[in-house]
């Protein structure tokens, strides 16, 4: 790709998810992360919960460099209303996924960009449909471990694949960044701009 950011870019998590969904736009940034205890955060609503906290994962690295762009996001589950983030044993990932089996519940990713002395936010909302799963089902996906440090306990991008009948909205919002969206703030803040200045295909 052709572009450029206007400040040096960090990306504020650990997830290796998102460094691979960040690293589709084309421009370099590094990894700098801060510990957050992401239960101690109060969201109003789903999407306030999840940009609360996306803010709180990135104000620490924004601190420390203020010289850069710093990008931050925090992904959720919710179903019933109720936020389902990673489970802390086998039982509650069990319990989740009965939870989530043949039903439709909602991912929403909150993203932050820091730059300056500025904050913006904004999230993406992905619909998940799943058929229903038996008992058997769920036991050996739990067994498997691949539920642990995800939202929701499942993994659309692994063997969790299997679960889901449908989606409707963004498939890397599921995984953990709504790159393509994320793609168009950046532009919106002129954050991002083309190398050459001849080359100004407009998406
Ligand atoms: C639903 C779902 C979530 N996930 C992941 C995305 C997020 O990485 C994770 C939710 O945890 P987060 O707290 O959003 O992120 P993280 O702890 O992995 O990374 P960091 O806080 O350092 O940025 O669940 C998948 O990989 N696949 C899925 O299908």
């Known amino acids: 790709m052709e572009f450029k950011t206007t400040k040096p870019l960090i990306l504020a998590s650990a997830s290796p998810r998102r460094k691979e969904l960040l690293s589709l736009i084309g421009v370099p940034f590094e990894v700098k992360t801060m510990e957050v205890d992401e239960n101690s955060i109060y969201g109003g609503s789903a999407s306030e919960l999840v940009c609360n906290i996306a803010m709180e994962k990135g104000l620490a690295v924004a601190e420390r460099n203020q010289h850069a762009i710093v990008i931050s996001a925090d992904t959720m589950v919710f179903i019933d209303d109720e936020p389902l983030g990673k489970p802390q044993s086998a039982e509650m990932a069990k319990r989740y996924l009965r939870r989530l089996s043949g039903r439709t519940h909602t991912v929403i990713t909150g993203v932050a960009i820091y730059f300056e002395d500025i904050c913006s936010v904004f999230f993406e909302k992905t619909k998940v449909t799943f058929y229903q799963l038996s008992d058997e089902w769920i036991d050996s996906y739990v067994a498997s471990g691949d539920c642990f440090d995800k939202a929701g306990g499942y993994g659309i991008q692994t063997a969790g694949?299997?679960?889901?009948?449908?989606?409707?909205?963004?498939?890397?919002?599921?995984?953990?960044?709504?790159?393509?969206?994320?793609?168009?703030?950046?532009?919106?803040?002129?954050?991002?701009?083309?190398?050459?200045?001849?080359?100004?295909?407009?998406?």
């Open 161 to 203: 694949a299997l679960m889901v009948e449908h989606i409707n909205g963004d498939y890397n919002n599921v995984v953990g960044l709504p790159v393509a969206e994320l793609y168009r703030e950046l532009k919106n803040l002129q954050l991002i701009e083309w190398k050459s200045a001849g080359a100004r295909h407009d998406h």
